[in-house]
């Protein structure tokens, strides 16, 4: 049987409509969509379904979903299968790599 991904967080996505975000409206459901599915064991298997994510450690990833500049920042536990969203908006609004490192913005 097979052990999908859960994922936490949606509380980030709330009151997120399409007309707040444009084009990035469908990259959000699109992700979703496919991690939901997703099977990974490991950094490698995440890096192999979606290359352009940038990865801290082994358990922080931003994904930029799209042209229109909407990050997400995810805490990820392969182990337990679980993505948990800690933030979601604006390139700009995103530190990257998360805290607890050297800071810099996203550049979108």
Same mark, same amino acid.
């Given at each position: 049987?097979?052990? %999908? ?7 980030? =996505? @709330?009151? =997120? ?6 084009? $990035?409206?469908?990259? +959000?459901?699109?992700?979703?969509? !496919?991690?939901?599915?997703? !099977?990974?064991? &490991?950094?490698? $298997? =995440? =890096?192999?379904?979606? *290359?352009?994510?940038?990865?801290? $450690? *082994? $358990? ?10 909407? %990050?997400?920042? #995810?805490? +990820? ?5 679980? #993505? ?8 700009? !609004? ?7 490192? @050297?800071?810099?913005?996203?550049? &979108?």
């Amino acid at each position: 049987m097979a052990m %999908c991904m859960r994922i936490l967080g949606a509380n980030h =996505l @709330q009151g =997120l409509g399409r007309q707040s975000l444009g084009e $990035d409206a469908s990259a +959000v459901m699109a992700w979703w969509g !496919e991690v939901r599915l997703a !099977e990974w064991r &490991s950094e490698a $298997d =995440l =890096l192999q379904r979606f *290359p352009s994510a940038l990865t801290h $450690d *082994p $358990d922080h990833v931003l994904f930029k979903l799209s042209k229109g500049g909407h %990050c997400m920042l #995810v805490r +990820v536990n392969y182990q337990l299968r679980l #993505v948990l969203i800690e933030k979601f908006g604006p390139s700009s !609004e995103i530190t990257w790599p998360p805290a607890g490192s @050297q800071k810099k913005r996203v550049r &979108s």
